[in-house]
């Protein structure tokens, strides 16, 4: 296991404030990611080392025209509204935490994406942020369309997101530290450090949703599904900008 991974999981996977179904549940779906976390590390330094290799900058534009793609208004107003619209009211005093930090995340998200406009500005890569309306790489990516399905599809349970949480976000942070330990250059490496611990912080959300909310077979199904689908051999891993290939 790449010491990167090791320092993740000592510092935020296994401290936790709780004990019970939640957290064996929790580890259970840890022992089924670790592979692939690890395998994000090791790919995220390679992918760090070819670009620093390639002897241009074009890495930098490449990395923030991917990342521009996937984060943003267009990732936040899909997901996190599809989200918050999966608690109905009745349920409201039972996930109310849940509601927050997604309404949250809409912001992290529209954030993320303008970091990513922010290199290609500041880089010289583009004149105005609209000039990426005229590129087709910085408006299209490969994400699993789960949870950006329309929000007038109810087929998401309030717990589910959790999944996506835990087994995602984590990669973003783990893609980050992994680039940071390879890449140098002081605007890729401002625009990681400005984001990840927000990636952090939604890794943590998943976290916690399972530990405390996650404590019947049947409040634990619908997230264990949602590691079903995310762990598949075909699943893209994060974006570019993240540490991913795509
Ligand atoms: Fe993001």
């Given at each position: 296991?790449?010491?990167?991974?090791?320092?993740?999981?000592?510092?935020?996977?296994?401290?936790?404030?709780?004990?019970?179904?939640?957290?064996?549940?929790?580890?259970?779906?840890?022992?089924?990611?670790?592979?692939?976390?690890?395998?994000?590390?090791?790919?995220?330094?390679?992918?760090?080392?070819?670009?620093?290799?390639?002897?241009?900058?074009?890495?930098?534009?490449?990395?923030?025209?991917?990342?521009?793609?996937?984060e943003g208004p267009f990732m936040s107003?899909?997901?996190?509204?599809?989200?918050?619209?999966s608690v109905e009211i009745s349920e409201q005093p039972k996930y109310i935490d849940l509601q927050r930090m997604r309404a949250r995340q809409i912001w992290d998200e529209v954030k993320h994406g303008q970091l990513h406009a922010d290199v290609m500005l500041r880089g010289g890569f583009i004149k105005r942020e609209e000039d990426l309306m005229d590129d087709p790489r910085a408006n299209t990516q490969p994400k699993l369309s789960y949870f950006g399905m329309t929000a007038m599809f109810p087929h998401i349970h309030p717990l589910a997101r959790a999944g996506q949480h835990y087994y995602n976000e984590s990669?973003?942070?783990?893609?980050?530290?992994?680039?940071?330990?390879?890449?140098?250059?002081?605007?890729?490496?401002?625009?990681?450090?400005?984001?990840?611990?927000?990636?952090?912080?939604?890794?943590?959300?998943?976290?916690?949703?399972?530990?405390?909310?996650?404590?019947?077979?049947?409040d634990q199904k619908p997230i264990e599904e949602v590691f079903d689908f995310l762990l598949r051999p075909w699943a893209p891993e994060p974006s570019r900008a993240l540490g991913g290939s795509a």
């Open positions: 296991m790449h010491p990167i991974l090791r320092g993740f999981l000592d510092k935020w996977v296994y401290p936790t404030g709780f004990i019970g179904p939640g957290v064996d549940f929790r580890l259970r779906q840890t022992e089924r990611c670790l592979p692939l976390w690890d395998k994000l590390v090791l790919q995220a330094i390679k992918a760090a080392g070819t670009d620093l290799a390639s002897g241009s900058d074009e890495y930098k534009a490449a990395r923030a025209r991917g990342g521009y793609a996937a107003l899909k997901q996190m509204s599809t989200q918050i619209l990669m973003a942070c783990l893609g980050i530290a992994a680039t940071l330990s390879v890449i140098k250059d002081d605007l890729i490496r401002h625009q990681l450090h400005s984001q990840s611990a927000e990636e952090l912080m939604h890794f943590m959300e998943g976290k916690y949703q399972i530990d405390a909310y996650a404590l019947t077979p049947a």
